[in-house]
């Protein structure tokens, strides 16, 4: 039985590394990609050795520092990007939630499908109203579009968690004189913190990592990362190491989220899930 018990144990490791592997792989790849002299990068046969240099990081960030602010307006998106999801998304999550709201399963059939269409279905249209209304190159034309594609999800996931707020505690505080705003202030708002915390971070990541709208809508003084590592896609050639640390970079900020905010994640993803 002992015996079995440890096959079945190193298969489980075996299986666990293997899928390591498969995510963790192209993350290592595009940090040594960053990291590694631009001759050895396709030699024949591959150059597993080599000494590392911070040339392409250099280039990219410090001198000339063509995408730090590219970075920079990345930040400012994805960010002015949550701060305006969540004052939108949470009352209709709450409305939604607990309202006997006519056409419900519709609506969110429509949220649905906003979350499935092409963001490129809506290239042309958006960039024709910001451009008739003059925001168009404009933070705030990328931060109101980017509400296409955060607020269906946040709406979504959020009603979800109001949906496990027993109904018995705002009634409880109904009964007891508090008005409504008092009841979502201090009592939904407390329980579904983490859940809010978790749809802040995917709707930050999905505002970090979305080139379609900005391809249209920025400007050259907007353009955000990935539209800048974009150019180094020429017709020359192919500049990889840089491509390889402007990569690295965008991968960090959703990475650095993630890991310092993962007793978040763990909550907010089984929130609900032991229900008395």
Known sequence: ???????????AYLALG???????????????LAIR?????FAIPPVLHFTPTLEAIEATFVHPGTNLPQLFNSLVVAVCAVALNLPLAFPAAYALSRFQVRGRKNIMLWY?????????????????????IGLNGTYLA????????????S???MKSFVDDVPTELEEAARVDGAAWHTVILRITLPLVRPGLIVTSMFAFVFAWNNAAFPLVLSSQRTETLPIG????????GVTWTYIGAA???????????????????VRGLTFGSIKG
């Open 1 to 11: 039985m002992a015996v079995k018990s440890r096959t079945a144990d190193t298969l």
């Open 18 to 32: 293997v899928i390591l592997l498969i995510f963790a792989g192209p993350i290592v790849w595009f940090i040594l």
């Open 37 to 41: 002299p631009a001759q050895t990068v």
């Open 112 to 132: 649905l499908g906003l979350l499935m269409a092409p963001p490129i279905a809506f290239l042309i249209p958006y960039f024709v109203l910001m451009s008739h």
């Open 142 to 153: 990328m931060v109101l579009i980017m509400q296409t594609i955060t607020i269906p999800f």
């Open 155 to 157: 709406v979504w996931l």
């Open 229 to 236: 590592t974009l150019g180094y896609f020429a017709t020359a």
């Open 247 to 265: 990569a690295v970079a965008a991968m960090l900020p959703p990475m650095l989220i993630f890991l310092f905010l993962d007793r978040y994640v």
